[in-house]
């Protein structure tokens, strides 16, 4: 297969990416597979993230597959950190195109996490500023005047944390669109139907060009299951080094803690067995088959 046609298919995987982690390690696989024809690739991965037309979903799906893509590529050392740079110095633009809608703003801020893992950043201050109210003084001035919101402009030598502030500047405009909306728009108090719901806010507004319609939003919804359940499997995930050998075996782990301690004399281990026999004896007859 020549370059074009290995440029094609991966357009057509990530258009078609869905948040499932099999779905992810595929095309992850198949752009590592592939990571002889990087030029190529990467300039495809970023050509379809910045298509204005694609559904805003996909587009998270793909920063997810980036974050993959990076950290196979760091753990895998025959692929000799394909990708990695290229792209690490596109990810404000990246992490722009994904966040211009606010719905994406939790997975991006999970995978930016992870990629700072892999590139060994200290995140902590922005990690707590995220779960943070970022709104200043000025802003709830300009809150009170229902103004719009007016962006900062953002600069850093380092894409990772130039990435970060773009994130933080685009929660802060989400927690100031909040605000703005619950103090200068009516609640509903009435029973709305699941119909009607879909319909309150005009869609033909030019200032709101992004509201999603019905079917994105349930897909949406779909998409943060797959995307929760993924991030709660991570904590579980044990990265060990055996080229290094710097883990504990499971062997390692019993004998330590059979020789913390001193071995049972004769009548202490008479004793234990009796215990452990009675025990046996009451499991037995919680049975309801006596044999």
């Given amino acids: 297969m020549d370059s074009f046609d290995t440029a094609n298919q991966l357009s057509q995987m990530l258009r078609g990416l ?55 590529s760091f753990n895998q050392s025959r692929y000799n950190l394909s990708y990695v740079q290229g792209l690490k110095e596109n990810l404000p633009s990246i992490v722009s195109q994904v966040t211009v809608n606010k719905s994406n703003l939790h997975n991006t801020y999970f995978s930016l996490c992870n990629i700072s893992k892999c590139f060994k950043v200290d995140c902590k ?86 509201l999603l319609s019905k079917r994105s939003i349930l897909a949406r919804m779909e998409d943060d299951r797959e995307a929760h359940k993924r991030s709660k499997e991570n904590l579980w995930m044990v990265n060990r080094d055996q080229a290094k050998g710097n883990f504990v075996t499971e062997d390692e782990f019993i004998e330590h ?24 004896e009451s499991v037995k007859y919680s049975y309801k088959d006596k044999y």
Avoid: C, G
């Fill in 125 to 210: 201050e922005y990690v707590e500023n995220f779960h943070s109210n970022l709104l200043s003084p000025n802003d709830l001035e300009s809150i009170d005047k229902n103004e719009d919101f007016v962006e900062s402009e953002l600069t850093d030598d380092e894409p990772l944390i130039l990435s970060w502030k773009i994130l933080l500047q685009r929660k802060r405009q989400s927690q100031y669109d909040r605000a703005k909306l619950l103090k200068h728009t009516e609640a509903v108090d009435e029973i709305v139907d699941e119909e009607q719901i879909f319909t309150i806010r005009d869609k033909s507004n030019p200032k709101a060009p992004n």
């Fill in 18 to 72: 869905t948040p499932q982690l099999q779905h992810l390690q595929k095309t992850v696989y198949f752009a590592l597979k592939n990571s002889d024809k990087e030029d190529y690739l990467l300039s495809t991965i970023l050509d379809v993230i910045k298509d204005k037309q694609l559904d805003t979903n996909v587009k998270s799906n793909i920063f997810q597959f980036m974050e993959l893509l990076i950290h196979d």
């Fill in 257 to 280: 803690y059979w020789n913390r301690f001193q071995p049972l004399n004769e009548e202490e281990n008479k004793e234990f067995l009796t215990s452990l026999q009675d025990l046996n």
